[in-house]
Structures are given as C-alpha cells and as structure tokens.
C-alpha cells in the first residue's frame, strides 16, 4: 500500500510531463507510422515510374526500329516500280538513310538496361537483319540494272522473308516487354496493399492510445481551471496597474522592444509619431532602418556588444525621420534575459531631445555660416546634376536606369532615338515588358531576382549582345553593357544599350560577298572549294558516290568580240540560271572562273552522270539566249575515287573538259 500511494503522488506531481511524454509518444508513433508507409508508397511509386519509364523508352525505339524497317521495304517497292533513274537513285539513298537511322536505333537499345532474354532476342534480330540487308541492295541492284521482274521475284521471294523473321524479333520483345511490366504491376500492387494494411492498424492503435491520454488530460484540467481562475484574478489586477504605468510612460517616452536580432516587435505611438513611420513599416524591420550612418561601425558594434552581453547602454543618439530630417534622443536600452542570461529582448526607452541639440547647434554656428553652407552644397549638387544630364543627353548610346523590380528610373534622348519611346512613356515602366520580344522575355527576366538581392547576375559586368524590341514592333540586335549602383540599400542597374543594326547587316553582306558571284549570284570558287572538302569527307566515311561536273561555253571570247561585254555578261547570268533550274537541290552550282562554272553532284553514279550532263548540255544548246542567240558549252566529268585528295579530284575533272575541247566542244567526256 506504501509503494502505490508513492506511485500515486507521483503522478500527481508530474502529471504534465506525463500528459506531454503521452502525446509525444502519440506523435511519434504517428509520424514513424505515416514517414514509414509514404516511404513504403514512395518506394513503389517510384518503382512503377522507373519500370514505365524503361519501358516506354524500350517501346518508343522498338516502334521507331519497327517503322523503319517497313518503310524500307515500302522504299524498295518504289524503287521497282519507279521509271526515272534520278528518282530512283534518290530513293536508294533514302533507302540508306533508313539502314543508317535503325543502325542508330539498335545500338540505342543496346545501351539501355536489358535483361539476358532481351539481349537474345536483339542478337537474334540482328541476325536476322545481316541477312535482309544483302538482299535488299540485290533488289536496288536490280531495279537500277532495269531488271524490275527479278527485282520483285527477290524482293517477295527472299528479301520480305528474311525481313519478316526480322519483324518477328521485334515483336517477340515487344510481347516481352508487356509481359515483364504486368509482372512488376501485380508485385506493386501487392506492396501497396501490405502498406495500406500497415498503416491502418498503426493508426487504429495510435487512435485508442490518444483516447486513453484525453481521459487523463480531461481529469487534470479540471483541476487546473480551478487553479487558474485565482491566477486570473491576480493577473487582471497586476495589468490594470501596468496599463497605468503604461499609459503614463507613453505620453513622457519614445518606446520600442526588438528581439534577439534587432527586429522591431513593439513601437509606441510616440515612437510613430517621431519617427513618422506607420506601425505597419516599423513591425520586423531592423532599428537599423533609423540610423542616421553618422555613427561608425565600431561605435555600432560596440553598443550592441554591450547589450548581448547583458548590460544596459545609456547614452545620446541622433535618429533618422521617414522624411530624411534627424532628431536626437536620450537612449536607455535595456536588455532582457532567460535563464540561460541569454537575452531575448531588449526594451529602449528614449527621450526627444532635439530642441536641445538644436539650440547646442546654434550656438555653435553662426546663421551666415548655415546659409552659406546650404547655399553651396545646393549649387554643387545643381552643377553635378546638369553636367551628368549634359552627358548622357549628348550620348549616342541609350543609357538606361531600372530599380531592383525592374521598373524603369533613367531614359535619356539617344534611348527615345533607338527604341521610339520618349521619356514620359518609359520612365515607371517594367524594362522588359518594354522592349523585351516575346519570346525572350523569361530568359532575360530569371536573373532579376537574384540581382535584386546580390546586384550581381549574368549580364552584369560585360557587354553582351540581345535582341530588343522598338515600339513599332521591330525587333533589332543590341549591344548591352550593363553595371550596377546600390541606392538606399537597393540595388539598381544601368545599362548602356547601342543599335547595332549597321554592323550586323555589314556582317551578312561581307559573308555573302565572300562567298558568292557578284556578277552571277551563284556560289564562288572559294565557296565550293570549302564545300567540296565536307563532301569529300562524307563520301569517305558513308561511301557513296561523289561526281564533279565542269563546263566552259564555247567561243565566249567571240561572244564578247561580237556583242560586247555587257551581252557576254547577260550570257554567264542566263547560263547560270537556265544551269540552276535543271539541277537537283542538293546539288552546288559555282562559277569557277571567267566562262567556266563547276557543279558538284553527291550520289550520282557513272552511268546517271553521263546521262545528267548530256541533259545539260542539250538544254544549253536548245535555250535561246537574248542578243547572242544559240549557245554551247563542253562538259567533263568524273567520280570521286576513294583516298584522293581535292586537288587530284579537280586535275581529273580539268583533263575531261580539255578532251571535250579537243574533239569538237559542245561534247560531254568522263575520265
């Protein structure tokens, strides 16, 4: 009976840090039952995310690998059936373009995350493809030889055979794939019901246990209500008394209470009314918002040593209204601590004391000597002012002032002048809803933020090149340099922003220049010097054929003799054109020099060239050209052969075009 009476006082007397241990095991378990099933849930959520994600990825390929090789063989069918040469050499190469392109994909697939039947099944697909390929380039073969009957005898008998195996490689990983995810589905499925079961059956026991704990906390609080209607009345009297002592120190005294960290929590009215701040503006602002910065740091630092460590600071501070004037205080700050002594307030009580340092002032100070430093530093401020407006007015660059929102604050005459709106109509706007283009207003205005609370960001510090927007909807390319300026602790931005429209279409017309017949308007030499060497480096690597064409209008200088220069010149103008129109698009048609132009033909075989180059030259010798009448020219061609070099590719090409001359001109010879 001893031992459970003690037990009872002790309850008794700890009955609150029972109650909180209850509920704190309560919320514990609580939480390690909800933290433990959303792991769980989070788990096989993202189980299921990663199995859809692969798969999709595997799908997306396998459909991409699949259309593909359908495609082909709709390629190949045309080919058969296609009448033009032309067509279907470029249908052949479309046809290797798709080998290439599921090349790609296949060794996409490979790189992903595949399980050993996945793998079988891509290599047995592979096979399957080695064996297709040969075929199908029998069937290009054919139909390019013009044998169209053994082409399609092939094609059905022995290419789509061979392919079909292919198809039904793929299929079988695709079935693979849906059996494989409907697996992992079901184990999912049957995870997330163990971890709704989980979670109930905590949550039922943390519930009974919140009850249990209701029942005691509900017998104890009786108890204390009791308890506290005699505190009640005891603090109702104590706060009538501080209300007074309130009341009266609030007509005599400026005061404020900050926290921890200088943060304004409390302001009185007569503090408002000095300061001419709002409760609203004072509220978790710093007391730092009315220093008058006459004050050094050290002076600071040493105040606010004095109070962190407990001691009350008495002392004289000049203060800074919301309007900018000052006024003075006699200051007593008073520190509150906690247990630890740590304070955790501070309570400043302050006394107006400016009509006193005024008079101190005056009677330091002659009236003559205020005026006269009043008059000055005016003047010195009027003069500094006009001499920046005469700048920047007479600047040929825009110069232009935004605050840390990116509202306009500067726009001098040279801004109106290149984006066409006058000062009145930017000035408070946002910069860039101004002249930011649509489509580039979120990639200039994401550094915003962070140059409002650091002035730093990318564009600050160099000159970089934007597109802005004038007011007439046009858009043109800039040069901004860009800096910033701290005002009042925020942080604004100038910018020196120049047209530079001029120099940009400089820029086009100097390449266009550098790489095109100003007579012609057709490619130069030197341009299809530098394509000739990319070619020649994609024939190597892909292995397709690369055919050079020359050709030179015959008796030119006879021309030019007969009908002048400006008629020889309309002849190499019309040639040209009439040239450009019964080429291919991929072909480049360049002049070479004088009356010689070259054109350079990418999968182009013997036997198409020759037939190519004879069209040509009777579309040339059939054009009726204006004042010299009929016209001819002599073609050489040749082929690109593997490991040569430009140079010996061009001797070739000039030896044909030599042999053309020799035998008569307005003739086609190959070498």
Not at 343 to 363: G, M
Request: charged share 25%; hydrophobic share 40%.
């Amino acid at each position: 009976m001893l031992a459970f009476g003690r037990l009872i006082g002790f309850f008794r007397n700890h009955y609150g840090a029972i109650i909180i241990l209850g509920f704190g095991v309560v919320v514990a378990l609580m939480g390690w039952l909800t933290l433990s099933s959303l792991s769980r849930l989070n788990g096989i959520r993202g189980n299921i995310e990663e199995i859809v994600t692969q798969h999709n990825e595997h799908a997306g390929i396998l459909r991409q690998m699949y259309q593909t090789t359908r495609d082909r063989s709709l390629l190949l069918q045309k080919i058969i059936s296609e009448p033009d040469p032309f067509s279907r050499d470029e249908l052949a190469v479309r046809v290797d373009q798709l080998g290439t392109r599921f090349a790609q994909l296949r060794s996409r697939f490979m790189e992903l995350q595949l399980s050993p039947a996945e793998r079988e099944l891509v290599e047995r697909q592979g096979v399957a493809s080695a064996k297709t390929k040969p075929l199908q380039y029998k069937v290009i073969d054919l139909a390019m030889q013009g044998n169209q009957a053994e082409a399609q005898r092939v094609l059905v008998q022995e290419a789509m055979p061979a392919q079909d195996a292919a198809l039904a490689a793929l299929n079988d990983l695709q079935g693979y794939q849906d059996t494989e995810i409907k697996k992992h589905a079901e184990k999912a499925y049957q995870r997330e019901k163990e971890a709704y079961a989980f979670l109930l059956g905590g949550g039922i026991g943390s519930i009974l246990l919140s009850i249990t704990i209701a029942f005691y906390v509900r017998y104890q609080i009786k108890k204390l209500i009791a308890r506290l209607m005699a505190t009640s009345r005891k603090l109702e009297e104590n706060a009538r008394e501080l209300k007074y002592q309130k009341t009266a120190l609030d007509q005599h005294a400026i005061v404020s209470i900050c926290d921890s960290s200088g943060k304004i929590t409390y302001a009185n009215e007569k503090f408002t009314q000095i300061s001419q701040y709002s409760p609203e503006e004072l509220l978790g602002k710093d007391y730092c918002l009315l220093n008058s910065t006459l004050y050094s740091r050290k002076f600071l630092d040493e105040m606010w040593r004095t109070i962190v460590n407990g001691v009350t600071w008495r002392g004289q501070l000049k203060s800074r209204r919301k309007d900018g004037s000052y006024y003075w205080e006699e200051t007593t700050i008073v520190p509150f601590l906690d247990r630890q002594r740590t304070p955790y307030q501070f309570v400043s009580v302050r006394t107006d004391i400016t009509p006193i340092k005024e008079a101190e002032e005056v009677l330091h100070r002659s009236k003559e000597d205020l005026e006269r430093m009043v008059q000055e530093q005016t003047t010195e401020l009027r003069e500094s002012e006009e001499i920046l407006r005469s700048i920047t007015g007479a600047a040929q660059d825009a110069i232009i002032m935004v605050d840390d929102t990116g509202d306009i604050t500067y726009w001098n005459r040279a801004a109106q002048l290149i984006l066409g709106y006058a000062e009145e109509e930017a000035l408070g706007r946002n910069l860039h809803q101004l002249i930011a283009p649509e489509r580039f207003k979120a990639q200039y205005e994401t550094p915003l933020a962070h140059f409002a609370g650091s002035g730093t960001g990318a564009y600050v510090g160099k000159t970089t090149e934007l597109t802005a927007l004038r007011r007439d909807g046009i858009e043109i390319p800039v040069d901004v340099s860009l800096s910033t300026v701290n005002v009042q602790g925020r942080w604004s931005a100038i910018g020196i922003l120049r047209d530079i429209s001029e120099r940009k279409h400089a820029e086009a017309a100097l390449q266009k220049l550098a790489t095109t017949d100003p007579l012609t308007g057709i490619a130069n030499r030197r341009k299809f010097n530098e394509t000739l060497e990319a070619e020649l480096q994609r024939a190597e690597r892909h292995d397709f054929p690369l055919a050079l064409v020359i050709m030179d209008i015959d008796h030119f200088k006879q021309v030019n003799d007969t009908h002048g220069h400006p008629a020889g010149d309309s002849v190499l103008a019309e040639f040209s054109r009439l040239i450009e129109n019964n080429i291919r698009v991929n072909d480049l048609f360049a002049r070479w020099g004088g009356e010689e132009f070259v054109l350079l033909a990418p999968h182009l075989d013997a036997e198409n060239l020759l037939q190519f180059a004879e069209k040509l030259r009777m579309a040339v010798e059939k054009h009726p050209f204006p004042v010299v009448g009929k016209v001819t020219c002599s073609l050489g061609t040749t082929l690109y052969r593997p490991g040569e070099t430009a140079q010996e590719l061009v001797a070739r090409m000039d030896n044909a075009l030599y042999r053309a001359k020799q035998n008569g001109r307005n003739l086609v010879e190959q070498l």
